[in-house]
């Protein structure tokens, strides 16, 4: 499959559908609590995104049977909702994604539910701040490898934590998951050229541990085979047609965070 570049009212289609998934991801951090079940959250994502005037994009696809994907401690990307009761202390990433007249969004999050273990918290920093300095490497004229060699550099120099090697982020517009693959390891300077209309799925998975991961019998479910801890971030980001970045799937579309990086982003789709 070819690399897909859109257009500006393309873009902004791609906007409606990265900001239902952003506000759901909102409702759900918003409504997470011990006691609660993984396929409660479920139903939340599911309401919203109806309500949004959306369709999910992981129901059905390949199979997979819910609106969102939960992973819970071990559990580190693609946990299907169900029975399990969240608990006090747990690591919880919420992985979602929304379809609005063609166009997809894909985020995810992850956080730590009631009394946090300051090592998990320091995980979850750690990954989501990587996340943004893949965003910021990112730029306009950057190699495609250069997102990923900043993942690596930033997690490396925060402490010893795993890099999942097997899976990483993607292109993503008219189907959720396109050319090119995203590695969030690797050295600068390689592949294709980041260029206005591209738009990219960022999404760094980490553990306390081990890098490495085994799927469960479910064949969905990826936990880390030393049962460390994970943890998972996850923004779709494009380069607009000023040359300058715009998170699709933030609220602010990525203001905030990427100010103090010194990355200023596009008004274009504000």
């Given at each position: 499959?070819?690399?897909?570049?859109k257009n500006i009212e393309q873009l902004k289609l791609m906007r409606r559908a990265g900001?239902?998934?952003?506000?759901?991801?909102?409702?759900?951090?918003?409504?997470?609590?011990?006691?609660?079940?993984?396929?409660?959250?479920?139903?939340?994502?599911?309401?919203?995104?109806?309500?949004?005037?959306?369709?999910?994009?992981?129901?059905?696809?390949?199979?997979?049977?819910?609106?969102?994907?939960?992973?819970?401690?071990?559990?580190?990307?693609?946990?299907?909702?169900?029975?399990?009761?969240?608990?006090?202390?747990?690591?919880?990433?919420?992985?979602?994604?929304?379809?609005?007249?063609?166009?997809?969004?894909?985020?995810?999050f992850t956080i730590g539910v009631g009394t946090v273990n300051p090592e998990d918290q320091?995980?979850?920093?750690?990954?989501?701040?990587?996340?943004?300095?893949?965003?910021?490497?990112?730029?306009?004229?950057?190699?495609?490898?250069?997102?990923?060699?900043?993942?690596?550099?930033?997690?490396?120099?925060?402490?010893?934590?795993?890099?999942?090697?097997?899976?990483?982020?993607?292109?993503?517009?008219?189907?959720?998951?396109?050319?090119?693959?995203v590695l969030n390891f690797g050295r600068a300077g390689q592949g294709p050229e980041i260029?206005?209309?591209?738009?990219?799925?960022?999404?760094?998975?980490?553990?306390?541990?081990?890098?490495?991961?085994?799927?469960?019998?479910?064949?969905?479910?990826?936990?880390?085979?030393?049962?460390?801890?994970?943890?998972?971030?996850?923004?779709?980001?494009?380069?607009?047609?000023?040359?300058?970045?715009?998170?699709?799937?933030?609220?602010?579309?990525?203001?905030?965070?990427?100010?103090?990086?010194?990355?200023?982003?596009?008004?274009?789709?504000?």
């Amino acid at each position: 499959m070819a690399i897909q570049i859109k257009n500006i009212e393309q873009l902004k289609l791609m906007r409606r559908a990265g900001l239902l998934v952003g506000q759901t991801l909102e409702l759900l951090r918003e409504s997470i609590k011990p006691g609660m079940t993984t396929d409660a959250l479920d139903a939340i994502a599911a309401a919203n995104i109806k309500r949004g005037g959306g369709t999910s994009n992981f129901l059905g696809y390949h199979g997979f049977p819910a609106t969102i994907c939960v992973s819970v401690n071990e559990e580190i990307v693609h946990g299907i909702p169900g029975s399990r009761i969240i608990n006090d202390g747990d690591v919880v990433s919420i992985d979602c994604g929304a379809i609005i007249e063609g166009w997809h969004g894909d985020a995810a999050f992850t956080i730590g539910v009631g009394t946090v273990n300051p090592e998990d918290q320091k995980l979850m920093d750690v990954c989501e701040e990587s996340m943004w300095r893949g965003i910021a490497a990112g730029k306009h004229g950057a190699n495609l490898s250069d997102i990923g060699y900043a993942i690596e550099q930033y997690v490396n120099s925060q402490g010893k934590y795993g890099i999942l090697q097997e899976y990483g982020g993607h292109g993503i517009g008219t189907e959720m998951h396109q050319e090119p693959h995203v590695l969030n390891f690797g050295r600068a300077g390689q592949g294709p050229e980041i260029v206005a209309g591209l738009a990219l799925a960022i999404e760094p998975m980490i553990t306390r541990g081990s890098a490495r991961t085994k799927v469960l019998k479910d064949d969905w479910t990826v936990v880390s085979t030393d049962s460390s801890r994970g943890a998972h971030f996850e923004h779709s980001y494009v380069i607009c047609p000023d040359g300058k970045p715009f998170v699709l799937t933030a609220i602010d579309g990525g203001q905030s965070d990427l100010e103090h990086l010194g990355i200023e982003i596009s008004s274009l789709l504000m």
